[in-house]
């Protein structure tokens, strides 16, 4: 019995990386007060891009749904989770993005300017998250999670920042809780 337990989990080992569609990682040094590690994980059957942003209490995890439209960030300073509609003219397509991010990785000033999204956070909590997908429901599953939608135009208030790997620039604005 143990032999077969064993042999199942050194399948799935070795396996792992041949069934996902994509996994990028980099490293960035030059942020300021610490390291940082970002990784992307591209799921191209169920059009699906979780990233993943480790640096301490400034951690945050984002997930592009393109099946339902819909993206969502879980911040861990702030304990919550903001879900907005994706612009899908300007965010990269879920089949473009490993090599947009590959160029990127090479030489930082080729290619295009990375593109910028302003959200603006309203203080209206989202109670069922069923609607939004089952990985959109995962990320965010027991903590706050507000709604917010795109804004174009000058903020005065406090934004969270989540750069991604060079290609995009997510701003998420909204008054106090974001501060």
């Given at each position: 019995?143990?032999?077969?337990?064993?042999?199942?989990?050194?399948?799935?080992?070795?396996?792992?990386?041949?069934?996902?569609?994509?996994?990028?990682?980099?490293?960035?040094q030059?942020?300021?007060?610490?390291?940082?590690?970002?990784?992307?994980?591209?799921?191209?059957?169920?059009?699906?891009?979780?990233?993943?942003?480790?640096?301490?209490?400034?951690?945050?995890?984002?997930?592009?749904?393109?099946?339902?439209?819909?993206?969502?960030?879980r911040?861990?300073?702030?304990?919550?989770?903001?879900?907005?509609?994706?612009?899908?003219?300007?965010?990269?397509?879920?089949?473009?993005?490993?090599?947009?991010?590959?160029?990127?990785?090479?030489?930082?000033?080729?290619?295009?300017?990375?593109?910028?999204?302003?959200?603006?956070?309203?203080?209206?909590?989202?109670?069922?998250?069923?609607?939004?997908?089952?990985?959109?429901?995962?990320?965010?599953?027991?903590?706050?999670?507000?709604?917010?939608?795109?804004?174009?135009?000058?903020?005065s208030?406090?934004?969270?920042?989540?750069?991604?790997?060079?290609?995009l620039?997510?701003?998420?604005?909204?008054?106090?809780?974001?501060?």
């Amino acid at each position: 019995m143990k032999l077969i337990a064993l042999s199942v989990a050194l399948l799935g080992v070795l396996l792992a990386p041949t069934l996902a569609d994509n996994n990028i990682s980099e490293k960035n040094q030059g942020n300021v007060g610490g390291h940082s590690h970002q990784s992307v994980s591209i799921d191209n059957q169920k059009q699906v891009v979780n990233v993943d942003n480790n640096n301490g209490w400034h951690s945050w995890n984002n997930i592009w749904d393109y099946g339902t439209g819909y993206m969502a960030t879980r911040i861990l300073s702030k304990k919550s989770c903001i879900l907005t509609k994706m612009n899908r003219n300007v965010m990269p397509d879920v089949t473009t993005l490993p090599e947009a991010i590959k160029e990127k990785q090479k030489d930082r000033t080729k290619g295009p300017a990375p593109k910028n999204l302003t959200y603006m956070v309203t203080p209206k909590k989202i109670t069922n998250l069923a609607p939004y997908g089952k990985n959109i429901e995962a990320l965010c599953r027991g903590i706050p999670t507000y709604a917010a939608y795109e804004f174009a135009g000058e903020n005065s208030g406090a934004c969270f920042k989540a750069n991604i790997l060079w290609i995009l620039h997510i701003s998420l604005c909204g008054g106090e809780r974001m501060s």
